[in-house]
């Protein structure tokens, strides 16, 4: 039996890729949000890695996107895994970000009559992607993964965050080392995009020198910040590292681009509401920008000073 051979020749190949490159279809993306997040690189066969230092606000721009994409693209299925917070938890920060209602509100169930309207709007709008976003509520390890992502069908998924993700070598067994088994992960992930999913990765990063006395800081981050770096900077598509908020803003910092320019995102973050706004560049908002619209009933509904 012939076996099959391992390459193709630029003759086996232009006549089909000329044909895609004049006629075929763009690239399927999956817009995640107004102004420059709508170009945040979400689609099939793409992995985007997010990375930043605690309580840099990563979970809290993951789930933003996410949602958002659900949102804006009829059809299209999202697997939520976070080891960290439950459901309810994430469920809130969006009920939070949608509503303009204060986060520690919600979470702290202070609800009052005055936030009901806004509060019915981000619930409505939840209620309308409700088949289509999912959550991992098993195991936080690749099989777990693997099995909801299948099961749920989903087309992109959600990973927060990397370092925390368990996995075992072929014969069930733990790796040796953490590198090793990082390694698997992603390449197992480079399978899931090659089937057509999208994933964005959130991933832990290190403190970089500071100078004398081995002090470190989380300044300067780079590619080369993300823990297992060699891994994850390979396989990633797209990279972005988000700094701690300073004075309200933050800005994703684009750090590898393997299909398109490096742009960075400079964002107004408002971390009382897990939201985070692209800095405006000229256009029109969005005619129903839910926490604008939420806000302005909340301030309609308030009793006017001298009224009873």
């Known amino acids: ?20 490159v004049l006629h075929g279809k763009a690239p399927i993306r999956w817009p995640s949000g107004s102004g420059a997040l709508s170009n945040f690189p979400l689609g099939p066969g793409l992995m985007t890695l997010l990375g930043g230092p605690p309580g840099a606000g990563k979970t809290a721009i993951a789930n933003q996107l996410v949602f958002d994409a659900v949102r804006l693209n009829p ?38 009559a005055e936030h009901h309207t806004a509060v019915n709007i981000g619930l409505a709008t939840l209620s309308e992607i409700r088949t289509r976003l999912g959550f991992l509520t098993g195991a936080f390890d690749l099989a777990g993964v693997t099995a909801a992502g299948d099961g749920f069908d989903a087309d992109l998924i959600l990973i927060d965050y990397l370092q925390r993700l368990h996995a075992t070598d072929s014969d069930g067994r733990p790796f040796r080392d953490k590198r090793s088994m990082t390694n698997t992960i992603l390449d197992t992930f480079r399978q899931f995009a090659a089937a057509g999913r999208g994933l964005l990765v959130l991933s832990s990063v290190g403190r970089q020198p500071s100078g004398k006395h081995g002090k470190s800081s ?23 590292i988000l700094a701690p908020p300073v004075d309200g803003w933050a800005t994703l910092k684009h750090v590898k681009a393997r299909h398109t320019e490096q742009m960075d995102i400079r964002l107004r973050a408002e971390l ?24 302005k009933l909340v301030n309609a509904e308030k009793p006017k000073r001298g009224s009873k």
């Open 1 to 20: 039996m012939a076996e099959t051979s391992p390459f193709d020749s630029l003759d086996a190949l232009l006549d089909s890729w000329s044909e895609d």
């Open 75 to 112: 059809g299209l299925k999202v697997l939520v895994t976070c080891c960290e917070m439950s459901p309810s938890v994430l469920l809130d920060r969006q009920l939070s970000r949608l509503s303009g209602v204060p986060y520690t509100l919600i979470r702290d169930r202070r609800l009052t």
């Open 218 to 240: 989380y300044d300067g981050l780079g590619l080369a910040s993300f823990k297992e770096t060699g891994e994850c900077e390979f396989a990633a598509d797209d990279a972005f």
């Open 272 to 295: 009382a509401f897990m939201r985070f706004d692209p800095e405006s560049d000229g256009t029109p908002k969005e005619s129903a920008d839910l926490l604008d619209k939420a806000r």
